[in-house]
């Protein structure tokens, strides 16, 4: 796998003439259907906007980080922008989402970049702080009346609104109901099921297994933003544990395509993952279901990190208010429900009801989960947690010391 802001002053919807381009190549594809003329002019009519003229320059990273569901939804999304808008180019472009947030930042403090791009909230915190991102507070009040409050409160930092929310994200636990007809419940069950010759997928680090360190009663932060992670063994507990399920037999790497092509092959059972993958899943494995990450000891819930993925919009743009209007188009009711239907999307739209079973599995991992945080602390976690998750799991190093060498270094880049 992943700031619009909200336009007063334009009233206007405007046709989308896509110029897609993936690296050179064109994103429109022919698996993904456009809509009728007359039902998207009846929707366009109907809201009574007047159309979106002018050229915006979009990017994404769907078509890189595995999810071609996600992809091909955001093309369907993109033609029925276009064929309900049709003075509006937008010129779309598939950035690798190891690179998209980097590129981003280096190419919006130039003065470039494109006008808008969507993203989960991994670095919204960061890039606000550069700043490289619109302040969109009061601009995109009928979307906020619209969403959820976790959806809202994900997109902001200190207050303010920094991104369009579209959807949220988190990790639950995939697995092939025929395979696995009872799936483990607690972190023992899985174990057990490791041990007695099933096959698991976990894909290691500091994002994918944070829901462990609420498993084994750890947490990183306490309330003033300093590192507790030493406070417990909870953390140091969820490193060892990862490591024993590999000593015991289970597909444990950093690697995401080596675990999740695993899954998708059917290599292995059971993966901890996303549902930016479940349209995906859907199709490699028609038996697939979702279940949360197991519980700890004593039956404590896992907590992932909950993300929300929505649009930005680039401070150095010159068609903000523009890229406000599209992003408004792209989180409508009607659209949301593409992402929906045929990339498994949690909606960040309160309006549109959840039918799909699989989906709503999500919703209830996503409200058990933990709002990622957006405060300056958070972002020196990344590596020096990445290092500790390495140091376990590839060089055996001591969980305890790990997780103590990572907090210290945490704290000292965030000057506490």
């Not at 594809?29 to 109907?46: I, K, L, R």
């Not at 523009?322 to 949301?336: D, R, Y």
């Not at 309160?350 to 409200?367: G, R």
């Amino acid at each position: 796998m992943k700031t619009p802001t909200r336009l007063a002053a334009l009233a206007a919807v405007a046709v989308i003439a896509i110029s897609a381009c993936s690296s050179a190549a064109s994103t429109q594809s022919p698996s993904a259907a456009a809509p009728t003329g007359s039902a998207a002019a009846s929707a366009q009519a109907s809201s009574g906007a007047a159309q979106l003229t002018g050229h915006l320059t979009v990017w994404e990273s769907y078509g890189s980080a595995g999810g071609s569901a996600e992809f091909r939804a955001f093309q369907r999304i993109v033609q029925q922008i276009q064929t309900a808008n049709p003075g509006l180019t937008l010129e779309t472009t598939d950035v690798p989402f190891s690179d998209i947030f980097k590129k981003f930042e280096t190419e919006s403090a130039a003065g470039g970049g494109p006008d808008m791009f969507i993203a989960p909230n991994d670095s919204l915190g960061a890039e606000s702080r550069i700043p490289v991102l619109e302040d969109v507070t009061g601009k995109i009040d009928d979307v906020v009346a619209a969403s959820t409050d976790v959806s809202v409160a994900g997109s902001k930092v200190d207050g303010k609104l920094f991104e369009v929310p579209e959807s949220l994200k988190a990790v639950a636990m995939y697995y092939d109901a025929k395979k696995v007809p009872t799936p483990p419940k607690t972190t023992d069950d899985l174990m057990a099921f490791v041990k007695g010759g099933g096959k698991v997928g976990i894909i290691s680090g500091e994002y994918f297994d944070w829901g462990f360190y609420g498993a084994f009663g750890g947490k990183i932060f306490d309330d003033a933003g300093k590192c507790a992670a030493t406070a417990t063994t909870g953390v140091a507990d969820a490193m060892k544990y990862i490591r024993d399920l590999k000593a015991a037999g289970a597909l444990v790497d950093a690697d995401y395509g080596k675990v999740n092509d695993a899954f998708k092959n059917g290599k292995v059972d059971i993966i901890l993952n996303g549902n930016w993958t479940l349209g995906d899943y859907r199709a490699a494995r028609p038996d697939v279901a979702v279940a949360p990450i197991p519980a700890g000891p004593n039956n404590t819930p896992a907590t992932p990190l909950v993300g929300v993925d929505g649009f930005y919009i680039n401070a150095s743009s010159q068609n903000k208010d523009l890229a406000i209007a599209v992003a408004k188009q792209f989180v409508s009711a009607a659209n949301e429900q593409v992402y929906v239907d045929v990339a498994g999307h949690v909606p960040a739209n309160k309006s549109i009801q959840i039918i799909d079973p699989l989906v709503k599995s999500f919703s209830d991992a996503i409200n058990a989960g933990m709002a990622r945080p957006q405060g300056k602390v958070m972002d020196n976690y990344w590596s020096n947690f990445g290092n500790a998750w390495k140091q376990v799991l590839t060089a055996n190093g001591d969980p305890t010391a790990s997780v103590a060498t990572a907090c210290q270094a945490m704290d000292k880049a965030n000057g506490s």
